[in-house]
């Protein structure tokens, strides 16, 4: 009889530690296909910033770990429209590599470790050099919502002025301070510009910091052809407008085009 007693409780342990492994087998198969996935459409958004003149030889696009809020997926120090899955590095917030070969990171990915720490709403982060805002960072003309497809804008956008915070230096965020303060310009703003830099913009989706990337050149390039017209004075979206066309549709039908035109390639 305690035979069978035993025989009965080492089973039931045996099954019992059975589901567990078997569970814990399938967390992780899940954690790994959802990281897969971020990676993949990292790669994709590298390639799509690219190919719309967003990212060029220089620039970089980051998303937050779905699997851990404190860590982050960069490419490494290679242009955008290179990248290839091999080529994405995972981060702690303190911008330092976790696990893997050691690779040589973006010389700014300071922009990304200290806007993450500071923005819990933030999962996507573009920092670009496009040439239509660049005006916009080194005049006292400020970068405003003039089109709907760029209302996330909300209002003039922050000059992050690198003087203020280090002095003559060559103009790139090289340091956890640099970036604290350019985290700080950001403030609960969804777009940033550095004076003769670029701009970073943030938003909390890899899909919609594309579209808002995209479209704040492209509202940058309407108002300066808007200004150059003349003959009175700009109407820029008012608060209100800027609120009801905030949401858009997450850019979607935006990616899904770009999607396909990456595909077609």
């Known amino acids: ?7 009965f409780v080492l089973l039931a342990l045996a099954l019992g530690v059975f589901i567990l492994l078997a569970q814990s087998s399938r967390q992780s198969k899940a954690a790994s296909a959802d990281g897969a996935s971020q990676v993949d459409e990292l790669v994709l958004a590298n390639h799509i ?16 770990s779905e699997r851990n809020a404190d860590h982050f997926f960069l490419a490494q120090h290679i242009p955008a429209g290179t990248v290839t899955r091999d080529d994405i590095i995972e981060y702690d917030l303190d911008s330092k ?4 070969k050691p690779r040589t ?5 300071f922009i990304h470790g200290e806007i993450y720490r500071v923005r819990p709403d933030v ?21 405003r919502p003039m089109i709907h497809m760029a209302a996330f804008l909300g209002g003039p956008i922050p000059v992050f002025e690198i003087r203020n915070s280090g002095g003559v230096t060559d103009l790139l965020i090289r340091s956890p301070e640099l970036g604290q303060a350019l985290a700080k310009s950001l403030a609960d703003n969804t777009a940033v510009l550095l004076r003769g830099h670029g701009a970073v913009v943030v938003a909390p989706s890899l899909h919609v910091v594309a579209g808002r990337s995209y479209y704040l ?12 017209l003349g003959g009175g004075k700009v109407t820029y979206l008012d608060p209100g407008e800027a609120r009801k066309a905030l949401p858009q549709d997450g850019y979607e039908r935006s990616w899904e085009l770009w999607k396909h035109q990456m595909a077609a390639k």
């Not at 009889?1 to 025989?7: A, C, D, G, N, Q």
């Open 49 to 64: 910033l690219t190919m719309n003149g967003v990212l060029d030889a220089y620039g970089h696009v980051s998303v937050r």
């Open 105 to 109: 990171g973006y010389t700014e990915r």
């Open 123 to 143: 999962m996507a982060v573009v920092h670009c050099h496009s040439p239509e805002v660049i005006p916009f960072t080194v005049t006292n003309v400020p970068l």
């Open 97 to 100: 590599q976790v696990g893997g």
């Open 217 to 228: 050149s492209v509202n940058a390039k309407a108002q300066q052809q808007a200004i150059l």
């Open 1 to 7: 009889m305690k035979t069978s007693i035993l025989r």
